[in-house]
């Protein structure tokens, strides 16, 4: 098997004069107190006093995405099951029965402390046999490996890409590749979507679906959804044309592997034939074959868990990464991976370039964003002298004041546009999105552009509008529930969108030549 192992993230004497030259975040330029940065047309920032509702005061690009704002009387009150239970008098239920409804309320293990709690000796001495054996396999698992042990929605928030998961109203965003209809997960678990003419807005939602993670639009269809949640995955199938704003759980298949949870991070293959998985306490990651619910597993040595997985757009690679110091990327011909190693942390947070070359990643533990060059034909080979062994630092976002106002710091997540002409930087202590330009000459660069702040709010989860045709929208989720609508456009002097003032903009702004080079 060819297999190389890379090595460590680390500088040499060339890399520390690179790193003196490393851009940072004086770069950018902070809005007026109290401004609001609603837009960027041609590379220039437009702001508001007032917030970002006024965007239509630049530009008519947006005026049709669908409005949302989670407030409280929308989240729906979550419920143990026990108060209704209390208004009923107890029956004498037949057991069989009584283990049935154990079983699909509170799962196998449950059914099986049940049953062994039966009068009939025969029952209640299997089961227990059978609990015992599997509290020795978990013991032995978990004395083996100790942080395979699942610690609840402390896992989940130590490891989603969503900001204070588990607090606030916002967790995840994603649009639908080819429409425009957003999913917006709350706090709740419903998995809400909304569409451009917001008369018809779906609600995805049952009591399998447990403390969401991720979401993720299946490619080549019109309304397939995979939901990962604590217990597993859920696909949803959704008919645009019906009429039926709650489909019910036969429209949904359901993919489940013991001890594959919580199921932190999914990805789709660019043809829609696969769905790839990674649960924060399984080594394994399962690529799943959705019809067919079946399912084939990839492993390596490297860590108790995997926490991010990312497909190419070009398909033929993978980016996984485990809740350690090992990262891979994988030949998705063959199935072979190339191991990455950071110096210390984890990666927090990955995302591919459009046309598949670089990946840019941040780990947990500096600052700093990173490049990876990635070929088909020099990663995976056997000649180490022949591949790149390290990563760039591209651009330090150690934390400082601006106006006072604190930016920068360690990445929360962090996306590049569909053209791959920008990246989003969410952080995890500052509540400023720092928006870049990404310019390829002989390498991967980035150019500070836009810094994005809400008044009395902080950022939880961004995502980019997949067809977005006039440039880039940057969909972000804010802790008071709303969701902002952030376009970034790119237009001539001859087919603008009616805006007064492109013509004064232009000058001033990044020419336009450099995004037609990108």
């Given at each position: 098997m060819r297999f190389s192992v890379k090595l460590e993230i680390d500088y040499s004497e060339s890399d520390i004069v690179t790193q003196n030259k490393m851009r940072n975040l004086n770069d950018f330029l902070l809005p007026h107190k109290e401004a609001v940065c609603i837009c960027e047309i041609d590379g220039r920032p437009y702001y508001s006093e007032d917030s970002y509702d006024k965007i239509s005061n630049f530009t008519l690009a947006v005026e049709t995405h669908p409005v949302i704002h989670i407030t409280n009387d929308l989240i729906?009150?979550?419920?143990?099951?026990?108060?209704?239970?209390?208004?009923?008098?107890?029956?004498?239920?037949?057991?069989?029965?009584?283990?049935?409804?154990?079983?699909?309320?509170?799962?196998?293990?449950?059914a099986l402390h049940t049953a062994s709690t039966h009068r009939h000796k025969i029952i209640s001495n299997l089961a227990y046999v059978t609990l015992s054996v599997f509290n020795i396999y978990q013991r032995t698992r978990l004395f083996l490996n100790p942080s395979l042990q699942y610690k609840g929605i402390n896992t989940i928030h130590e490891y989603s890409q969503t900001r204070n998961w588990a607090s606030h109203s916002v967790r995840?965003?994603?649009w639908q590749p080819y429409s425009c209809m957003i999913a917006v997960c709350t706090v709740d678990d419903s998995v809400r979507i909304y569409t451009s003419d917001n008369t018809i807005n779906y609600l995805l939602r049952c009591k399998q679906q447990k403390n969401v993670t991720c979401l993720a639009w299946r490619p080549h269809t019109n309304g397939e959804l995979a939901v990962g949640h604590e217990g597993g995955i859920i696909v949803w199938s959704i008919d645009p044309h019906s009429l039926v704003v709650r489909p019910s759980i036969s429209n949904a298949i359901i993919l489940y592997e013991m001890n594959h949870k919580p199921v932190i991070s999914l990805?789709?293959?660019?043809?829609?034939?696969?769905?790839?998985?990674?649960?924060?306490?399984?080594?394994?990651?399962?690529?799943?074959?959705?019809?067919?619910?079946?399912?084939?597993t990839l492993k390596k040595p490297g860590g108790s868990g995997n926490v991010i997985v990312k497909w190419s757009p070009s398909g033929d690679k993978m980016f996984s990464s485990t809740n350690g110091i090992v990262f891979?990327?994988?030949?998705?011909?063959?199935?072979?991976?190339?191991?990455?190693?950071?110096?210390?942390?984890?990666?927090?947070?990955?995302?591919?370039?459009?046309?598949?070359?670089?990946?840019?990643?941040?780990?947990?533990?500096?600052?700093?964003?990173?490049?990876?060059?990635?070929?088909?034909?020099?990663?995976?080979?056997?000649?180490?002298?022949?591949?790149?062994?390290?990563?760039?630092?591209?651009?330090?976002?150690?934390?400082?004041?601006?106006d006072g106002v604190c930016i920068g710091g360690l990445v929360q997540t962090m996306e590049i546009d569909p053209k791959g002409n920008n990246l989003a930087v969410m952080f995890q202590n500052t509540d400023v999105i720092a928006l870049f330009n990404i310019a390829r000459k002989h390498n991967i660069e980035l150019i500070a552009s836009s810094l994005i702040t809400q008044?009395?709010?902080?950022?939880?989860?961004?995502?980019?509008?997949?067809?977005?045709?006039?440039?880039?929208?940057?969909s972000i989720g804010w802790s008071n529930g709303k969701v902002q609508h952030f376009p970034i456009i790119y237009t001539d002097l001859s087919n603008s969108l009616n805006m007064s003032n492109v013509n004064t903009s232009m000058k001033t702004s990044l020419s336009y030549q450099t995004f037609q080079n990108l």
């Open positions: 729906h009150a979550v419920s143990s099951g026990e108060e209704g239970r209390s208004l009923f008098l107890s029956v004498d239920v037949p057991f069989l029965k009584q283990l049935t409804q154990v079983y699909y309320e509170h799962g196998l293990i449950e995840c965003l994603a990805t789709w293959s660019p043809r829609g034939d696969f769905l790839v998985s990674a649960a924060a306490c399984d080594k394994s990651i399962y690529v799943w074959n959705v019809e067919l619910n079946k399912n084939s891979r990327v994988w030949d998705c011909q063959t199935w072979e991976s190339e191991k990455w190693m950071v110096l210390a942390g984890r990666v927090q947070t990955a995302c591919w370039t459009n046309c598949g070359t670089h990946l840019l990643f941040a780990t947990s533990t500096e600052p700093l964003i990173y490049a990876l060059r990635v070929k088909s034909g020099v990663v995976f080979t056997s000649d180490i002298e022949s591949s790149n062994d390290q990563a760039i630092p591209l651009f330090d976002l150690t934390k400082i004041e601006l008044c009395g709010a902080s950022p939880t989860t961004i995502a980019f509008q997949q067809n977005f045709e006039q440039g880039a929208c940057l």
